[in-house]
């Protein structure tokens, strides 16, 4: 099975923003976060695989987690929800503790590798995440625009080893679903995460090319919100390659 399947196999994604907050030292976030947190998510059924991430952009949340899944599905899943109710008195304590949480849980829209990819590559030194907010009128063309232009311009710059596009199905932050605004015009949420082993890919003349096409152009007229975030891997715990 090449790379290109097994990154299609994962037809979802959950993926955490958190920061420790004032209330948490990090030495104890991290701790509980490596050592009970994501160990008990990695006997869900469906959840595949999991990495950690910290900033390096200084940005916030500084903090970042990735599971890959079978489907959007998992996140509604007994086993789960049922994770909250038997956690710890330590994870409930940390939990409302922590200065933010953020739980995103997406659809798989596509993948791509570079040719040179090997699995030992994998995952990759860094993650450049990439959200975009796009109305529904121009959701088509952004679709196009990125499967069949933008991540193939992205895919020529030395380091990058792979990218993987989603969709938003929901967004909780404190167990709360975050709806948009009444007065809100309709749009959709898409999510890029493209793994690199270089820190300098942007000062690279193959990323300032892919912003600076006509088809580009046309397609930012569309796009309501966009936010670009750069994390280096902390750890990973179980690899989906």
Same mark, same amino acid.
């Given at each position: 099975?090449?790379? @290109?399947?097994?990154?299609?196999?994962?037809?979802?994604?959950?993926?955490?923003?958190?920061?420790?907050?004032?209330?948490?030292?990090?030495?104890?976030?991290?701790?509980?976060?490596?050592?009970?947190?994501?160990?008990? +998510?990695?006997?869900?059924?469906?959840?595949?695989?999991?990495?950690? @991430?910290?900033?390096?952009?200084?940005?916030?949340?500084?903090?970042?987690?990735?599971? &890959?899944?079978?489907?959007?599905?998992?996140?509604?899943?007994?086993?789960?929800?049922?994770?909250?109710?038997?956690?710890?008195?330590?994870?409930?304590?940390?939990?409302? &503790?922590?200065?933010?949480?953020?739980?995103?849980?997406?659809?798989?829209?596509?993948?791509?590798?570079?040719?040179?990819?090997?699995?030992?590559?994998?995952?990759?030194? @860094?993650?450049?995440?990439?959200?975009?907010?796009?109305?529904?009128?121009?959701?088509?063309?952004?679709?196009?625009?990125?499967?069949?232009?933008?991540?193939?311009?992205?895919?020529?710059?030395?380091?990058?080893?792979?990218?993987?596009?989603?969709?938003?199905?929901?967004?909780?932050?404190?167990?709360?679903?975050?709806?948009?605004?009444?007065?809100?015009?309709?749009?959709? &949420?898409?999510?890029?995460?493209?793994?690199?082993?270089?820190?300098?890919?942007?000062?690279?003349?193959?990323?300032?090319?892919?912003?600076?096409?006509?088809?580009?152009?046309?397609?930012?007229?569309?796009?309501?919100?966009?936010?670009?975030?750069?994390?280096?891997?902390?750890?990973?715990? +179980?690899?989906?390659?």
């Amino acid at each position: 099975m090449s790379i @290109y399947e097994k990154l299609d196999t994962s037809k979802g994604l959950i993926f955490v923003y958190s920061d420790p907050g004032l209330k948490v030292k990090e030495e104890d976030y991290n701790d509980w976060y490596d050592n009970e947190h994501i160990p008990s +998510r990695l006997n869900v059924p469906g959840i595949l695989s999991s990495a950690r @991430y910290r900033a390096v952009d200084s940005q916030s949340p500084s903090w970042l987690a990735l599971y &890959d899944i079978t489907s959007p599905d998992v996140a509604q899943s007994a086993a789960y929800k049922g994770l909250g109710p038997i956690a710890s008195n330590r994870e409930k304590q940390i939990m409302a &503790d922590l200065g933010s949480i953020n739980r995103r849980v997406y659809e798989h829209v596509m993948s791509l590798s570079h040719p040179t990819t090997g699995i030992s590559s994998l995952p990759g030194q @860094y993650i450049f995440a990439v959200h975009m907010k796009v109305t529904l009128e121009g959701e088509e063309e952004f679709n196009r625009w990125y499967n069949e232009e933008h991540i193939l311009f992205l895919s020529k710059i030395p380091g990058w080893l792979c990218g993987r596009r989603y969709k938003l199905v929901e967004s909780v932050s404190r167990g709360v679903k975050i709806e948009p605004a009444e007065d809100e015009m309709p749009s959709v &949420d898409y999510l890029a995460i493209h793994e690199l082993e270089n820190y300098d890919f942007m000062q690279r003349p193959a990323f300032n090319a892919a912003f600076q096409t006509p088809w580009r152009e046309r397609v930012l007229k569309s796009v309501m919100h966009s936010e670009l975030r750069l994390f280096e891997r902390h750890r990973v715990f +179980r690899t989906l390659y």
